[in-house]
């Protein structure tokens, strides 16, 4: 054994706290290194088990307090019989309580293991467990057994749980035990598993089947195990074009078609920081060059989507259902914040393995997202574990950390059909789909009512309000047909329609738009889901502003088509003022109006609304009552009732070529509402049809149009479909930036009619450039480009 083995060993293991003094954690491997593999265990102990905490401070001394009673109720209300180890958990059918199962012994481990639970070192709970093991490998899990059910609960979530509890009970399991143990999970992942990439084999759930085979190594000293885990995550680094992974332009999908980097992101990033520490100094150590790519998505990928704390639902998938389990007899809510907080821990978690510079950057980000996160604080988040809770409180008190303020800009991921928006003082998030991204994903009996989730969901949240917006119970009780900023038709649609794993897709190809990384162009060919529904959306990204435009709107269903506006959640009593058109309107739940061509609206606490053009609004206000059960099917069936504000137009019953444009002010006060109506020009529609949607904002030096076919609108003319977006600058310079959203586009000339003196700057995919009293441009191949912008620099006459 080397000298670096034991010294990393002790750092590791000192790492969890007070854990070398003879109690159980020594007995689990964390004292006397005598080979890689117990030095790895000690690692990895400290790695479940967190430390540089006191166990007496807050939040740990309650924390731990409730882990220890957890483990007494669960040891107290242990049933070993036939097909169940808990009575609430038979697992005959369903290896999901099986499981569970085996969460609720590795809980029950680490509440034996650690110091300050009050039963540390407990007999008769070293009993329990010892019998709940025994029970669930003789009954269930096992080598020689076939698997039933979900694969993951047999090749992730119980030997995942089975192998921390050996690690946390090492010294406590005979070796017979731990053989037997050790060929239940070689049974049910062999190496098979990770032999080829893909279906359930990819991002996230390679790394989770990784996590598995590097721990099964550790647990059997098993060199040939560990290699195997090291090199299987090899295929998760590399950019993808398709399918599950990372892609160059900060997308993340799982399940194919889902954006999902707010919850299996965190799943890969967790796994990767535990493996890359678990590696470290090994002869398995991870060195590919590749996990460069891992870092890079941190700000690329994830970044964007974090805001006070939170992750945006849009990249969420099913797991915005989730909200309050039925099974979860203390009652705690998972939501956007809790989710937001498991990827700060990721983060920080991730950074040990980076570079210095990117270890210092993202300490400094996660400790201003923490910081400001005043709605729902990383430190009392209940879901977390005590090893994340370690990381952010040992952040929080570092003096030497200088938190970074929110990230401004705006990033469109054109592989996976989102955007975000980034201003100071306020975010927003839009979801679309298209042949390449769901509409929303279903599951399991998860999200059953997600439907219109890719129908143009715009979400949005300020510095200082609105920040439980979509945490307070909005899934359950939100009206599923009139989330904001969709266009729906009111057909009633079954639970989980169009089917599960994102299998409802529209056959639509332009969606995306342009952008220049501060403002941007926009836009989505809708089409219904469940529905003959079509439409033409646009939204332009703008300073303190998002121009909404539709146009095009038709079906023939039978049933009304409606643009949703807003939907602002007012809580459980909320009376929030809205003002329409200078006057205040009544408070009361059950008040509604019908306002033909408004000018502009203020709902206080929010911001304001600036309406464009003909066109009836519909106000409701309204108590609506709802269940996670309804939306999942293990969700909790306590009854909840939240108030709603909701702006929308009503395009009537089968509409032809309806439309609609507003402006959307985040925290704008009823003067500037009022001030910005009263505004010529902010903005000029160039163009609202289903061939071209486009605005200009002098005041900015903004010109943006989505040609949804070839055609002009404004100064612009373009040969085939295309999104631009224009900026000019004070300097004299203007930047003009295209894209092909529907990936098809062999040639496209695009005309700015304006004076051009000279091209200063041009992508690669540009063929030719004219200047002088118009600037053609000339590009080739843009449909091979993944509807990515490409940005000419000219400087103006």
Avoid at 223 to 239: E, N, Q, T, W
Avoid at 753 to 760: H, K, N, S, T
């Amino acid at each position: 054994m080397t000298e670096r083995w034991s010294r990393r060993a002790f750092l590791s293991a000192a790492g969890g706290g007070a854990l070398l003094g003879g109690g159980p954690a020594a007995r689990a491997g964390a004292g006397t290194v005598g080979d890689v593999h117990e030095a790895m265990r000690a690692v990895w102990l400290g790695l479940v088990l967190g430390g540089g905490f006191s166990e007496t401070a807050a939040p740990f001394r309650s924390r731990l307090a409730e882990l220890g009673e957890e483990a007494g109720r669960w040891a107290a209300a242990m049933r070993p019989a036939a097909g169940a180890l808990w009575p609430d958990l038979g697992f005959a059918s369903d290896p999901e309580r099986m499981s569970r199962s085996y969460n609720r012994l590795r809980s029950m481990a680490e509440a034996y293991t650690r110091p300050g639970t009050g039963v540390t070192g407990d007999s008769a709970l070293l009993k329990a467990l010892l019998t709940g093991l025994d029970h669930l490998h003789a009954q269930v899990y096992h080598a020689g057994r076939e698997p039933y059910g979900n694969w993951w609960c047999w090749q992730i979530g119980a030997p995942q749980a089975l192998l921390d509890v050996c690690v946390l009970l090492y010294g406590e399991l005979s070796s017979a035990r731990r053989a037997d143990f050790c060929a239940a999970v070689d049974h049910f992942v062999p190496d098979s598993a990770v032999a080829v990439y893909q279906q359930a084999s990819t991002g996230a759930n390679r790394v989770d089947l990784c996590r598995v085979l590097a721990l099964r190594g550790v647990v059997g000293s098993a060199p040939a195990k560990i290699a195997l885990a090291r090199d299987a995550l090899g295929p998760v680094f590399p950019y993808v074009t398709a399918g599950d992974g990372l892609y160059r332009d900060g997308s993340f999908v799982q399940h194919l078609w889902v954006p999902y980097a707010g919850t299996y992101g965190a799943v890969l990033l967790n796994g990767l920081g535990l493996l890359f520490a678990l590696l470290k100094g090994t002869p398995w150590e991870v060195t590919d060059p590749g996990r460069q790519n891992v870092f890079d998505a941190v700000e690329r990928s994830w970044a964007p989507f974090l805001f006070n704390g939170l992750v945006m639902d849009a990249v969420s998938g099913r797991a915005v259902s989730r909200g309050v389990a039925a099974s979860d007899a203390r009652r705690i809510r998972q939501d956007d914040h809790t989710r937001g907080h498991a990827l700060l821990a990721a983060i920080l978690l991730l950074a040990e393995g980076a570079s210095r510079a990117e270890r210092a950057r993202w300490r400094a980000l996660v400790k201003g997202w923490a910081e400001r996160a005043h709605y729902s604080p990383p430190l009392a988040d209940r879901t977390l574990g005590i090893p994340a809770l370690a990381r952010l409180a040992e952040l929080g008190a570092d003096p030497a950390v200088t938190p970074l303020p929110e990230p401004v800009g705006h990033r469109l991921f054109a592989s996976m059909d989102r955007a975000t928006h980034r201003r100071p003082g306020w975010a927003a998030s839009l979801s679309m789909a298209s042949r390449r991204i769901a509409h929303y994903e279903t599951g399991n009996g998860e999200n059953l009512r997600g439907w219109h989730t890719g129908s143009g969901m715009l979400c949005w949240w300020g510095s200082s309000y609105g920040n439980g917006q979509y945490s307070d119970a909005f899934w359950p009780t939100v009206d599923p047909y009139r989330l904001p900023g969709t266009t729906v038709a009111r057909n009633a649609l079954a639970d989980a329609a169009g089917g599960a794993w994102g299998a409802a897709r529209p056959d639509t190809a332009w969606v995306g738009g342009s952008s220049d990384g501060e403002f941007a162009s926009v836009g989505q060919h809708l089409r219904g889901l469940g529905s003959t529904l079509e439409a033409r959306k646009s939204w332009f990204f703008l300073s303190d502003a998002i121009v909404c435009l539709g146009a095009g709107i038709s079906s023939s269903d039978g049933v009304p088509v409606e643009s949703v506006v807003d939907n602002r959640g007012l809580g459980a009593a909320g009376t929030h003022a809205l003002t329409v058109g200078g006057r205040v309107r009544p408070c009361a739940p059950g008040w509604s109006a019908e306002f033909p061509s408004p000018g502009w609206a203020h709902l206080a606490g929010f911001g304001g609304y600036v309406f464009h053009g003909p066109g009836s609004v519909r106000a409701l206000r309204e108590a609506r009552t709802g269940r996670w059960s309804e939306v999942n099917q293990g969700g909790s069936r306590t009854a909840l009732t939240r108030r709603y504000l909701t702006l929308w137009y009503d395009h009537g019953t089968d509409p032809e070529d309806a439309e609609y444009a507003y402006q959307l002010l985040p925290g704008a006060s009823v003067a500037g509402t009022a001030a910005r109506a009263a505004m010529p020009g902010w903005p000029v529609v160039l163009a609202n049809s289903a061939a071209a949607q486009g605005v200009a904002v002098g005041p900015l030096g903004f010109t943006g149009v989505n040609f949804w076919r070839a055609g002009a609108a404004g100064p612009l003319e373009a040969s085939a479909p295309c999104s631009v977006t224009v900026r000019e600058r004070a300097d004299g310079t203007a930047r003009v930036c295209v894209a092909d959203p529907a990936r098809a586009a062999e040639e496209l000339e695009l005309v700015w009619d304006r004076p051009v003196a000279a091209v200063l700057s041009r992508p690669p995919h540009l063929v030719s450039a004219g200047t002088g009293a118009r600037l053609r441009l000339v590009f080739g191949g843009l449909g091979a480009t993944a509807g990515v912008s490409h940005e000419v620099v000219v400087r103006m006459r």
